[in-house]
């Protein structure tokens, strides 16, 4: 059974930098074909794409957010770790973990964690 | 932002059919990239509907169905059920954005 599961602060102030955890159990990120996204939902808008990592090391970036994110991953430890940094009040939002097999499908999620942005 | 266009919402009385439009272009939808449905309900984990357009993972009931032609997709739902009260999400992969991309979301009302 796969889950994945987000951890990090709730409240960052702006020009922080956030750092969120994605801890998995239920497959192993060094299988091949396997990847982790990174994904968020502004209140009561849409969802929005910001990275991935793959089971090859290799990542991927939202264009308009590559300047500010960073993706890695601790495979022994079955996490993956996301970095923004100088977060703005427009950063607010939910932010999920995904799985990824082979395709471009994300096929299992976690629950999400709200992070604001404010003074 | 979002690369895919759907309607804003949707609704329908319970046991009617509706369906929601995912439009893109020719450098995600209509290049040949597969086409995927979400269900979101507050506080709980975005649900896999359909994957690779037509397919549907186990546990999800037939009455979600998925279609794709040429630069679009769309998600059908008969027999509407009250549980079926939700944001709708679609997504696939992009060419010139080299990654996922989303749908603008749909809210599906049960009246």
């Known amino acids: 059974q796969i889950t994945l599961k987000e951890s990090g602060p709730t409240l960052v102030k702006p020009t922080q930098t956030l750092t969120l955890t994605c801890t998995f159990s239920?497959?192993?990120?060094?299988?091949?074909?396997?990847?982790v996204a990174w994904i968020r939902q502004p209140p009561g808008k849409a969802l929005e794409w910001l990275a991935i990592?793959?089971?090859?090391?290799?990542?991927a970036y939202s264009p308009s957010l590559k300047s500010r994110v960073s993706i890695t991953k601790d495979t022994s430890k079955n996490q993956v770790v996301l970095t923004m940094t100088d977060m703005d009040p427009v950063d607010t939002a939910t932010y999920y973990c995904?799985?990824?097999?082979?395709?471009?499908?994300?096929?299992?999620w976690g629950q999400g964690t709200l992070v604001t942005v404010s003074s | 932002q979002s690369v895919l266009t759907q309607p804003p919402s949707v609704s329908g009385a319970p046991g009617q059919r509706v369906t929601i439009s995912c439009t893109g272009s020719s450098s995600n939808i209509g290049t040949g990239y597969d086409v995927h449905w979400y269900q979101l309900l507050p506080g709980t984990a975005p649900k896999l509907l359909i994957y690779a357009n037509t397919n549907r993972p186990s546990g999800v009931p037939d009455r979600f169905s998925g279609s794709k032609s040429g630069t679009s997709a769309s998600l059908a739902i008969t027999g509407l059920q009250p549980e079926d009260e939700a944001d709708y999400f679609c997504q696939s992969y992009d060419n010139n954005l080299r990654g996922f991309v989303f749908g603008t979301g749909t809210k599906v009302t049960v009246l």
């Open positions: 239920g497959f192993s990120l060094s299988t091949s074909g396997v990847g």
């Open positions: 990592i793959y089971w090859d090391d290799d990542k």
């Open positions: 995904a799985h990824r097999q082979d395709t471009s499908v994300l096929d299992y």
